[in-house]
């Protein structure tokens, strides 16, 4: 079974600074989904980027990115100019390509922003 | 705006009750999930649905029913709860179940509390 671990259980950044997030997962499948998810205190759960696992190039919105290291099973999330909106728990998620598979979701990091 | 709903937000309940969470999704997405979320362990999926018809159950209690009468709607029937299932219960949906590009939009939960 794939299972997905975020190292990380707290991370602080300060504002306009940069974080990275780290997520690694394990799988022997080699065609696969990888999100990551914010949920603010609010609780309501957003995607903030998704990659595809056949894609070499790292997905970027805004100022996420990733970096997707598909030999070494790593996804981080790096966050640009952090603003105090960023302050939430982040999860990494693993979805297979498999009929109705579920997604796997790392314990999540909490990210603090410090203004 | 995610499109997903949840009611009620919060649901305190005596192990004896029988109570029932609601979703619904204005997404016209095909498929919907529950989700568990307890204090410091990942998410745990619960259920899928995939156009109103059950395609996975996660070894999940019979305590917990879940009724799926359209795509747009989902219910968690709970009774005879125990004080462990205390938890943020999550509602998702997608596109499709099984595609496993699609994203879930998650609603904003419900805080339960069993007594």
């Known amino acids: 079974a794939q299972t997905v671990t975020q190292s990380q259980p707290e991370m602080s950044v300060q504002e306009a600074e940069t974080v990275t997030l780290s997520c690694t997962y394990d799988?022997?499948?080699?065609?696969?989904?990888l999100f990551w998810y914010k949920q603010p205190p609010s609780r309501q759960m957003i995607l903030v980027i998704r990659?595809?696992?056949?894609?070499?190039q790292n997905a970027t919105e805004n100022r996420f990115s990733v970096n997707f290291q598909k030999a070494a099973k790593s996804f981080s999330l790096k966050i640009s100019d952090s603003q105090l909106g960023d302050a939430a728990m982040y999860f990494c998620?693993?979805?297979?390509?498999?009929?109705?598979?579920?997604?796997?979701f790392g314990a999540g990091t909490r990210l603090t922003v410090k203004p | 705006e995610t499109g997903v709903t949840q009611t009620p937000r919060h649901l305190v309940m005596g192990m004896t009750n029988k109570k029932s969470l609601k979703c619904e999704q204005h997404?016209?997405?095909?498929?919907m999930y529950w989700y568990k979320q307890s204090a410091k362990k990942p998410l745990e999926l619960m259920f899928v649905?995939?156009?109103?018809?059950?395609?996975e159950n996660n070894s999940v209690p019979s305590r917990f029913s879940p009724e799926c009468p359209n795509s747009s709607h989902l219910f968690l029937h709970l009774h005879t709860l125990q004080p462990e299932d205390s938890a943020l219960y999550l509602c998702?949906?997608?596109?499709?179940?099984?595609?496993?590009?699609?994203?879930?939009?998650f609603g904003p939960g419900t805080r339960l509390t069993v007594l």
């Open positions: 998702a949906s997608s596109q499709d179940a099984g595609t496993s590009t699609d994203t879930q939009y």
């Open positions: 799988t022997s499948e080699s065609d696969y989904y």
């Open positions: 990659q595809e696992a056949y894609k070499q």
């Open positions: 998620a693993y979805r297979s390509p498999l009929i109705g598979n579920d997604m796997r």
């Open positions: 997404l016209g997405h095909n498929a």
């Open positions: 649905y995939s156009l109103e018809e059950r395609v």
